[in-house]
């Protein structure tokens, strides 16, 4: 199993045709992700080639849908059209939509997250790479090479960390792993993929990557106490982030000592989370865990 994304997961790309979104799609289909269909107005009916890979292109998503029985998109436009475009496959009923767009206002993310979660639509992102179910699909930017499926889930704020994570494990490998986004408001939260972990019967171990600024770890870490029961490992960037000062992605703001790395890191170590102070710190912890069959 995976959570979100399975190899019978359908692709569409809006903005597929765009520069991002041809990059993109020719990795995702290289990696053996089942991108069925683009988005775009002005070009629906052609069809683009990726490597005598045909994949259609359509007018709209409820088009594509219907053709092809897509159940994910992945949103690769431009910032001031992302509210649209989330808002028109939501209506269209999606049951997953990936908002790789960096720089979209807030006011229109929480516009578009509130929409979507009316209509039943998950949203992760934006401003994410994405996520991946090594050896079964990936939707979005994250490189299919620097891991292989195993029994670890990752929930990182950071795309950059999700990456570093991955190959620190590569060894052990992945049920998958999902990049939320650090924008001040996203979809998918470090609770929604920590429940959905939770009840994935082939994740045995979960790591948790956050970021200084905001109390979603901390918040995270409650929940951990709470209602988690598998093992989790977590990194904190930002251990040596000078104080007072706004930095990294627009939710890194650290405000006296609330939304610090320590605070975070001590708000899960009192949950049971082993908490490391650089990545591969980290990944140590997380095959310490496991040589212990904690």
Do not use: W
Request: proline share 5%; glycine share 14%; charged share 20%.
């Amino acid at each position: 199993m995976a959570i979100h994304l399975t190899k019978e997961s359908k692709i569409l790309v809006q903005g597929m045709t765009g520069g991002e979104g041809m990059k993109h799609t020719r990795r995702m289909l290289a990696a053996g992700t089942n991108v069925v269909g683009g988005v775009n107005p002005r070009k629906a009916g052609r069809t683009v080639d990726f490597h005598d890979r045909p994949v259609p292109v359509f007018g709209s998503v409820a088009e594509g849908m219907d053709a092809t029985g897509a159940d994910v998109t992945v949103v690769f436009v431009p910032p001031a059209f992302t509210k649209a475009a989330v808002t028109e496959a939501a209506d269209a009923g999606i049951g997953l939509a990936v908002v790789i767009t960096e720089g979209v206002p807030v006011h229109d993310s929480v516009a578009f997250l509130a929409h979507a979660r009316k209509r039943g639509t998950r949203v992760i992102g934006p401003n994410c790479p994405g996520l991946i179910s090594p050896g079964q699909s990936g939707a979005g930017i994250i490189p299919a090479d620097i891991a292989k499926p195993g029994r670890i889930g990752l929930v990182s704020k950071s795309g950059t960390l999700t990456y570093q994570l991955m190959y620190e494990l590569r060894d052990i490998g992945f049920s998958t792993c999902v990049g939320i986004g650090g924008d001040p408001v996203v979809g998918t939260t470090h609770i929604d993929c920590l429940t959905a972990f939770q009840d994935d019967p082939e994740t045995d171990l979960i790591v948790l990557i956050g970021e200084i600024g905001g109390d979603a770890e901390e918040r995270a870490a409650a929940y951990i106490r709470d209602h988690v029961t598998k093992p989790v490992v977590g990194y904190i960037a930002g251990f040596t982030a000078p104080e007072g000062r706004t930095m990294g992605h627009a939710g890194a703001i650290v405000s006296g000592s609330s939304g610090t790395a320590r605070a975070k890191q001590q708000a899960l170590e009192a949950a049971g989370v082993r908490v490391g102070r650089t990545p591969t710190e980290t990944a140590r912890h997380v095959l310490a865990v496991l040589d212990s069959g904690a």
